[in-house]
Nanobody, 124 residues
């Protein structure tokens, strides 16, 4: 069982930056691939980015490539999402998710554990 807690969301102006963090409970964090997804009001939850258990492989959604960076620190059971050059269309609730034994896959259904989400709002 893995419990995930996100933090770092907030209100930022367009062009600004935020860094989200997701802390995982449990002793096997390093065996999980981790992902970030987001959901805007009235829209489906969409893939943002993912990172393999080792950190060697990453994957990004087209809308965030070149602006967002995912990283992880297995000694701290934490995965990060650095978001730069934010746009109003990045406004959403951002969710951290864990995939046991997998890699940096974008498929939402592969992720077994989810956090409660953190709100990111980008003003124009």
């Amino acid at each position: 069982q893995v419990q995930l807690v996100e933090s770092g969301g907030g209100l930022v102006q367009a062009g600004g930056s935020l860094r989200l963090s997701c802390i995982a409970s449990g002793r096997t964090f390093s065996s999980y691939a981790m992902g970030w997804f987001r959901q805007a009001p009235g829209k489906e939850r969409e893939f943002v980015t993912a990172i393999s258990w080792s950190g060697d492989f990453t994957n990004y959604g087209d809308s965030v490539k070149g602006r967002f960076t995912i990283s992880r620190d297995n000694t701290k059971n934490t995965v990060y999402l650095q978001m730069n050059s934010l746009k109003p269309e990045d406004t959403a609730v951002y969710y951290c998710a864990a995939q046991e034994g997998g890699s940096a896959f974008a498929t939402r259904t592969l992720y077994k554990y989810w956090g409660q989400g953190t709100q990111v709002t980008v003003s124009s």
